[in-house]
Every structure is written in structure tokens, then in C-alpha cells.
């Protein structure tokens, strides 16, 4: 599958589609408009970085917890069902008067079903498509994130001004449950891909397993750690530059999805083991020069330039699932979301710390130097002669053998 026609024409390819861009929606709208709220009240960049990206950090609960559900539940109820949660929650974050405190526990129980939602979507993906098609639909739905995101930073900029960051938030709220509609309408009824009861003590044995394979843990930390200090860069936009982070972000969108484009649509397969650590060096790289506090035009496009190097995690999705069992890939793709969202809370937190002992601009270029650090510790693991291999079964690799080459 090579072209985005055959991709659209997989059956359940189209709502899935629509349901994950109306997530994404929901979530830049109500992300800009609450961490807009929040550095309003309290003045805090910690608690405004928090307020968009601290959610991640949930993500850990949840992938030590109830991972072990996204293969064992019925993918389209539990779609739906998330998204009416989601729905709900945002709007209760829009009532007046509401605490910073209670507003924060709600960004907790959200972050934890988020991972459930990100194991389940992420498996049907894999399960819709076959093997060859998981990396260009893959690509296909970072292309909708970027595009979501350019439109909805741009709108929700707008409508923060236009009606308030809690109008905005309602507008969240909708969005979410416009993508519950369509999961329930647009999605077909599928059994889970495995038996059993989900369960802690199985989301831990599963998640034993998979980090038990040397190849995968360092797939996984490639995934996790470089990306997330970058988010951590991000979460600095609105007290970096207060009136100007709607068109940062929107920047951000824009090389993502620019990135995401040429790795999914024309990248040659030959490419795709040498160039995780080259994009993984360009994703931290041009933040150092917020060191300097450039204007706008060189912060604008310096932000461009760098996330399109977040199409690494094109290329590490494909490899873990080269080294994963079929029957597993809801949960690895699950955890690597996981992980890779609460290091997105962890980089955020870091970052906001930092920023209150020094400025905004100072504590951009220190994390993504730490990015790069981490990349050049992670780049022996991830050169091209270390290439992707097929899974062993389950009860080999839990016998404590590596998986076979392909």
C-alpha cells in the first residue's frame, strides 16, 4: 500500500481517520485555551506548561494500570465511550469559578484513560491496514495532527480572544463529541484481538515482556525521551512569547506535518534505518538558538525546521512493530504512546521548572541540549545495521530468548 487512494479505500480506514482528527481537535483547542487560563490566573509558567502537557504524565498511571485492556476491550464502544469522557470532563473545566486544583485532577483522570484510547486506536490502526500500509496510514494520521494543529492554534487563538478561554473550552468539548459520533456510527463491531481478562497484574506482565527484549527498550527510549524534552521547548511558547504562541505552535504543526509527509509518502524503504538519529538530531538542534532570543521570523522558523524532525517516530513505530508479536501490537503501540506522552509531561515539567529560575528563552536551548545528549547516547542502538527483526513468540521471548532474525 503506497498511495494515499488504496489507503482510503482500506474499509474503516475513512472514520478512523475522521474520529482521530476530531480528537486531535478537541484536544489543541481546549489544550491552548486552558494553559491560556491558567497562566491568566496565577501568572506561573510552570502551572501554564502543566496545563497543556502535564496531562501526559497520567500516561504513566494508565499504561502501568489498564494497558492491558486495549487489545482485550471491543475497539469501537471503547472509542466512543473515551471520547464522551473526554467530552464531559472539558466542559466541566469551563464552569466558572471552577479551582485551579480541581482543574488539574480532571487533566489527571483524562491523561490516564488517554492511554487506554491511544493503545486501542493505534492497534485498530494495525489491524485495519496490513504491515506494508501501517507506516504511510500512520503518516497520514500525524499529517491530520499537523493540520489540526495549524488549524486549531490558529482558531483557538482566535476564539480565546473572541469568546474567552472557557467559550474555547466548550468548543473543545464539542469537537470531542462530534469524533464519538462518528466512532460509533463509522466504525465497524470487532472482537478484541486477545482473550483474557484485562487486568494490573497482566499490564504489568505484558509490559515485562516487551521491555525484556534489548532492541525494543532502546526503540522505546528513542521514541520517548528525545521527543518529550522537545515538547518540554514547546510548552515554554506562551510565557516565551505571550501574544505570538498561537503562531508558534501553528509553526510547529507546519514541519511536522511537512516532515511526516516526505518519511510516510516518499522516503525509500533503504532510508528508513539510517535516518531515526539524523531526524532525532534535528528535532532538538535548532531550539539552542532560542539561547539567544531571536525575534519572531527566526523563532518561527527555527520551530519549522526542528519538528520535522518528529518524523523519527515514523520510523521507530515500524522497527518496534518489526520486533513485536501481532497479537501484542495494541499494547506496544499503547505504551510506546504512553511513555512517549508522559516524557511529554516529564520534558514540560522540566522545562517550566527551569524557566522559573531563569527565563523561558534559557531554558529552551538547556533542554534541548539534554535532547541531544540523550540522542547521541541512544544513536549506537539505532544505526542501520541494527535492523529490524521479527518477533519471537510469546512464550520464547518470555523464556528470556531475543528475538530470531529475519
Known amino acids: ?93 469551563a464552569v466558572p469559578g471552577l479551582p485551579v486544583t480541581a482543574a488539574f485532577l480532571l487533566l489527571l483522570v483524562l491523561g490516564v484513560l488517554a492511554s487506554l484510547g491511544g493503545g486501542v486506536r493505534l492497534g485498530l490502526l494495525h489491524e485495519i491496514l496490513d504491515e506494508d500500509g501501517y507506516l504511510l496510514g500512520r503518516s497520514v494520521l500525524n499529517m491530520s495532527t499537523g493540520i489540526m494543529q495549524i488549524c486549531g492554534y490558529g482558531l483557538g487563538g482566535l476564539l480565546v480572544t473572541a469568546l474567552s478561554p472557557r467559550g474555547t473550552l466548550l468548543t473543545g468539548a464539542a469537537l470531542y463529541l462530534a469524533g464519538a459520533v462518528v466512532a460509533r456510527l463509522g466504525l465497524g463491531r470487532r472482537p478484541p484481538r486477545a482473550r483474557g481478562r484485562a487486568s494490573v497484574a497482566e499490564t504489568w506482565r505484558t509490559n515485562s515482556l516487551l521491555w525484556s527484549s534489548r532492541p525494543r527498550r532502546c526503540v522505546y527510549l528513542a521514541l520517548w525521551v528525545p521527543n518529550g524534552l522537545v515538547v518540554g521547548c514547546e510548552s515554554l511558547y506562551v510565557p516565551y512569547a505571550p501574544q505570538d504562541a498561537g503562531l508558534l505552535f501553528a509553526c510547529g504543526a507546519v514541519g511536522m506535518l511537512a516532515g511526516d509527509t516526505v518519511t510516510g509518502r516518499f522516503l525509500p524503504p533503504r ?77 514540560a515539567t522540566l522545562a517550566g521548572a527551569v524557566a522559573e529560575r531563569t527565563s523561558p528563552a534559557t531554558a529552551m536551548s538547556l533542554v534541548a541540549g539534554l535532547s541531544l545528549a540523550v540522542t547521541c547516547g541512544l544513536a549506537p542502538g539505532l544505526g542501520p545495521a541494527d535492523r529490524p527483526r521479527t518477533a519471537a513468540p510469546p512464550e520464547r521471548e518470555a523464556a528470556g530468548g531475543e528475538p530470531a532474525s529475519r
Do not use: C, K, N
Not at 497543556?52 to 500516561?59: I, V
Open 1 to 93: 500500500m503506497r498511495t494515499y487512494r488504496e489507503l482510503f479505500r482500506a474499509p474503516e480506514f475513512t472514520p478512523l481517520f475522521l474520529t482521530s482528527t476530531l480528537q486531535v481537535a478537541g484536544q489543541t483547542v481546549s489544550g491552548l485555551a486552558l494553559g491560556t487560563l491558567i497562566y491568566t490566573a496565577t501568572g506561573s509558567p510552570l502551572l501554564s506548561s502543566l496545563a497543556m502537557f502535564g496531562p501526559a504524565l497520567a500516561q504513566l498511571v494508565g499504561a502501568t494500570t489498564l494497558l492491558s485492556a486495549a487489545d482485550r476491550l471491543p475497539p469501537r464502544a471503547t472509542t466512543s465511550t473515551l471520547l464522551l469522557a473526554f467530552a464531559l470532563g472539558t466542559a466541566v473545566q
Open 271 to 347: 532510508w528508513r534505518g539510517r535516518l531515526p538519529v539524523p531526524l532525532l538530531v534535528l528535532l532538538a538542534g535548532p531550539f539552542l538558538l532560542f539561547a539567544l532570543r531571536p525575534p519572531l521570523p527566526w523563532a518561527a522558523a527555527s520551530v519549522t525546521l526542528a519538528t520535522a524532525g518528529f518524523a523519527a517516530s515514523l520510523l521507530l513505530q515500524e522497527r518496534l512493530l518489526a520486533l513485536t508479536p501481532q497479537e501484542l501490537s495494541g499494547h506496544a503501540l499503547g505504551l510506546h504512546s504512553s511513555g512517549m506522552l508522559a516524557m511529554q509531561g516529564v520534558g
